[in-house]
């Protein structure tokens, strides 16, 4: 079993759609977690960290349920720039702050 | 502010021969990552260090690849001999210190072993 799973994609929507995605991981000693995004043939990048507590960055929610061991990233009111693939990442401190990524899901919105 | 440096961007190479990736950090930074992303594998970490100490080099596939990281601001990955199956891109990544802090990614060498 992988130690991040993601959904596969790819997710295509319309422009303005809501979309999310899941990311499971096995690890339960994970202490932190990112989303990242990465266009294509570029390198990734951190769009946002998730909290315990859930967190909202504009139109991106992302939400950890450490009970379920799972993660996930609402994007309201897509635009066409939200065209990427989105990595699920959790840092593993008893690895000394190892940073694990998920396949990534691609996703493509449509006008 | 300059960021994550590496070069080559591009590396199309013979089989047998010998690949060196570079990687300048950003400054001030302590932990650095190298990782490679294939399609079938997705990115993976191949070895990190903190301050120029490699800390995990678990992920190294294989004792053809070996890295260094003569400085706190530069490391050097490479591959001898290198091999088809080494070609991916190459990722550095570095960071303000290892654990929470975020990784700020270099654009990648893009490696091709014919």
Redesign the interface.
């Known amino acids: 079993r992988k130690e991040v799973e993601q959904d596969p994609g790819p997710f295509n929507v319309p422009e303005g759609a809501t979309v999310a995605f899941n990311c499971t991981y096995s690890n339960s000693a994970s202490q932190s977690f990112f989303w990242y995004r990465q266009d294509c043939r570029k390198e990734p990048k951190l769009l946002m960290s998730v909290y315990s507590s859930g967190n909202e960055d504009g139109r991106f929610t992302a939400q950890l349920n450490r009970a379920s061991q799972y993660i996930s990233l609402l994007i309201r009111d897509s635009k066409l720039s939200d065209s990427a693939t989105y990595l699920c990442v959790v840092n593993l401190y008893n690895q000394g702050g190892k940073l694990i990524f998920g396949q990534g899901t691609e996703l493509s919105v449509k006008p | 502010d300059a960021g994550v440096i590496q070069s080559p961007r591009h590396e199309v190479t013979e089989m047998g021969q010998e690949v060196t990736l570079r990687c300048k950090l950003i400054s001030g930074h302590n932990?650095l990552?190298w990782y490679r992303q294939t399609m079938m594998r997705?990115?993976?970490?191949l070895i990190?260090f903190?301050n120029n100490v490699p800390?995990?080099d678990s992920g190294m596939p294989e004792d053809r690849f070996s890295a260094k990281m003569p400085n706190a601001s530069f490391s050097t990955l490479k591959i001898q001999p290198s091999e088809p199956r080494d070609s991916a891109v190459y990722?550095c990544a570095s960071s303000l210190t290892?654990?929470?802090e975020?990784?700020?990614?270099?654009?990648?060498t893009r490696l091709l072993v014919l």
């Open positions: 932990s990552f997705g990115l993976e970490l990190y903190n800390i995990d990722f290892q654990g929470r975020t990784q700020y990614f270099g654009p990648g």
